[in-house]
């Protein structure tokens, strides 16, 4: 059975980092393209990053802006997100996603398994 368990969220305050990680269980994650989404209350869930199989990462310039790193650590079948220089504006569920496709940050279609979610809150 395939799960995706995400971890590292939590309540800080505006300028500061947080690291965020999507541990994968039931399938080999070398194989598969991983993504970060994030939805606020009332809002479309939107693509941030995502990284494929190969190491090559795609990333929504708009969102990100360069202050979001994603990576992956296949051998503990693990993705992470680096979010650094936080605003109150990211105040988001923040979601990892699963895909054997190339991934996306626009096409959320294409992506197999979700994790449940771990809340990010941004104080300003």
């Known amino acids: 059975q395939v799960q995706l368990v995400e971890s590292g969220g939590g309540l800080v305050q505006a300028g500061a980092s947080l690291r965020l990680s999507c541990k994968g269980s039931g399938f080999t994650a070398s194989s598969f393209a991983m993504g970060w989404f994030r939805q606020a209350p009332g809002k479309e869930r939107e693509g941030l990053s995502c990284i494929n199989s190969n190491g090559g990462i795609i990333n929504n310039v708009e969102s990100v802006k360069g202050r979001f790193t994603i990576s992956r650590d296949n051998a503990k079948n693990t993705a992470y997100l680096q979010m650094d220089s936080l605003k109150p504006e990211d105040t988001a569920m923040y979601y990892c996603?699963?895909?054997?496709?190339?991934?996306?940050?626009?096409?959320?279609?294409?992506?197999?398994?979700w994790g449940q979610g771990t809340q990010v809150t941004v104080s300003s």
């Open positions: 996603a699963a895909t054997l496709y190339y991934c996306s940050v626009y096409y959320k279609a294409r992506y197999d398994y």
